[in-house]
C-alpha cells in the first residue's frame, strides 16, 4: 500500500512537471494548439467573468435557460447563475464521482439534475478512466484504470427534457463537445441558442491516432462555426496553458 501512494505521489508531481508552460516546445500536440489560438481573440472587458466561465454582457440578461454538461464537484458557476439572475438551470453528469456530490449538495430549487451525459448518439456508451483520481472521458485511452456504462441522451432528447427555449449551454464534457457541437451547428438544433461555452480537451496522453482524429474534428468544426457565422472567443488560462481551447461562441 506504501509502494502505491508513493508512486502515486510520483506520478502526480510527474504530470505536474510535464505540464509546466516551460515545456510545450517540447509538446508537439501542446504547440499545435498554442498555434491554433494565436488565430482568434480572447474574451475581453464585454463579458461577464462568473466562477470560472464567461458569459458576454449584452446578451445575457438572465432570463435564459441553462444547460449545463459537466459538473465533477464543482457547481460554482451555476450557483453564481442562479445568485446573480435568478436562472433555471439544468445540470447534467453521468459519471459516479459527480453523482454523490450532487446526492451531498443542497441544491437551489432552480436547478435540476440529471445523471445522464451527451452525445451526437443517444444510448448507452462507455467512460474510461486512466487514474482512480483521474475525470473519466469519452476517449478509449492506451491503459485504462475502470470503465463504466452510462446513459447518454442526444440533443433531440435534451430539448424534450428542458421543454423551454434555451439559449445557452455549457460544455465541460471530457472529450464529447467537438461532436456535440459540430451536431448542434451542422443541423440548427436549437434555433434559440445564443452562447455556447465549451471546452474542447486534445487527448494528451492518449494513442497518437486519438490525437490525429481530435485535429481532423476539431478543424472540421472550427470551419463550420466561420461558415455558420458564429463568434469565437478564447477563454484564458493562467497555467497548464494549450492543453485544450476553452471557448465562448456567440450566435451572430
Do not use: C
Given at each position: 500500500?506504501?509502494?502505491?501512494?508513493?508512486?502515486?505521489?510520483?506520478?502526480?508531481?510527474?504530470?505536474?512537471?510535464?505540464?509546466?508552460d516551460?515545456?510545450?516546445?517540447f509538446?508537439?500536440?501542446r504547440?499545435?494548439l498554442?498555434n491554433l489560438?494565436?488565430?482568434?481573440?480572447?474574451?475581453d472587458d464585454?463579458f461577464h467573468?462568473?466562477?470560472n466561465?464567461?458569459?458576454p454582457?449584452?446578451?445575457f440578461?438572465?432570463?435564459?435557460?441553462?444547460?449545463?454538461f459537466?459538473?465533477?464537484?464543482?457547481?460554482?458557476?451555476?450557483?453564481?447563475?442562479?445568485?446573480?439572475?435568478?436562472?433555471?438551470?439544468?445540470?447534467?453528469?453521468?459519471?459516479p464521482?459527480?453523482?454523490?456530490?450532487i446526492s451531498?449538495s443542497n441544491?437551489?430549487q432552480?436547478i435540476?439534475f440529471?445523471?445522464l451525459?451527451?452525445s451526437?448518439?443517444a444510448g448507452v456508451?462507455?467512460f474510461y478512466?486512466t487514474k482512480?483520481?483521474s475525470?473519466?472521458?469519452?476517449m478509449?485511452?492506451?491503459?485504462?484504470f475502470?470503465?463504466i456504462s452510462?446513459?447518454f441522451?442526444?440533443?433531440?432528447?435534451?430539448?424534450s427534457i428542458?421543454n423551454?427555449?434555451?439559449s445557452?449551454?455549457?460544455?465541460?464534457?471530457?472529450g464529447a463537445?467537438?461532436s456535440?457541437?459540430?451536431n448542434?451547428?451542422?443541423?440548427n438544433?436549437?434555433?434559440?441558442?445564443k452562447?455556447?461555452?465549451?471546452e474542447f480537451?486534445?487527448?494528451?496522453y492518449?494513442?497518437n491516432?486519438?490525437f490525429?482524429?481530435?485535429?481532423?474534428?476539431?478543424?472540421?468544426?472550427?470551419?463550420?462555426?466561420k461558415?455558420?457565422?458564429?463568434?469565437?472567443f478564447?477563454?484564458?488560462?493562467?497555467?497548464?496553458k494549450?492543453v485544450?481551447?476553452?471557448v465562448?461562441?456567440?450566435?451572430?
Amino acid at each position: 500500500m506504501l509502494i502505491k501512494k508513493i508512486l502515486h505521489l510520483l506520478y502526480v508531481y510527474f504530470i505536474k512537471f510535464i505540464r509546466n508552460d516551460a515545456f510545450i516546445i517540447f509538446s508537439r500536440k501542446r504547440r499545435y494548439l498554442r498555434n491554433l489560438s494565436k488565430k482568434y481573440k480572447y474574451i475581453d472587458d464585454s463579458f461577464h467573468k462568473i466562477a470560472n466561465y464567461y458569459v458576454p454582457k449584452n446578451l445575457f440578461n438572465g432570463e435564459e435557460v441553462v444547460a449545463s454538461f459537466g459538473v465533477g464537484s464543482d457547481i460554482e458557476f451555476e450557483n453564481q447563475l442562479v445568485n446573480l439572475f435568478n436562472q433555471e438551470i439544468f445540470l447534467f453528469d453521468p459519471t459516479p464521482k459527480s453523482i454523490e456530490y450532487i446526492s451531498k449538495s443542497n441544491l437551489s430549487q432552480n436547478i435540476n439534475f440529471f445523471p445522464l451525459g451527451i452525445s451526437s448518439t443517444a444510448g448507452v456508451h462507455k467512460f474510461y478512466q486512466t487514474k482512480p483520481w483521474s475525470d473519466y472521458t469519452i476517449m478509449k485511452p492506451k491503459k485504462i484504470f475502470d470503465e463504466i456504462s452510462v446513459q447518454f441522451i442526444d440533443v433531440e432528447k435534451l430539448i424534450s427534457i428542458i421543454n423551454k427555449p434555451m439559449s445557452m449551454m455549457k460544455l465541460d464534457i471530457e472529450g464529447a463537445a467537438i461532436s456535440v457541437v459540430h451536431n448542434i451547428l451542422e443541423n440548427n438544433l436549437i434555433p434559440e441558442l445564443k452562447i455556447i461555452i465549451a471546452e474542447f480537451e486534445a487527448p494528451m496522453y492518449q494513442r497518437n491516432e486519438n490525437f490525429i482524429e481530435y485535429k481532423k474534428d476539431l478543424e472540421s468544426l472550427l470551419d463550420l462555426i466561420k461558415i455558420k457565422q458564429w463568434k469565437l472567443f478564447l477563454i484564458p488560462k493562467q497555467k497548464n496553458k494549450y492543453v485544450s481551447l476553452e471557448v465562448v461562441l456567440i450566435s451572430n
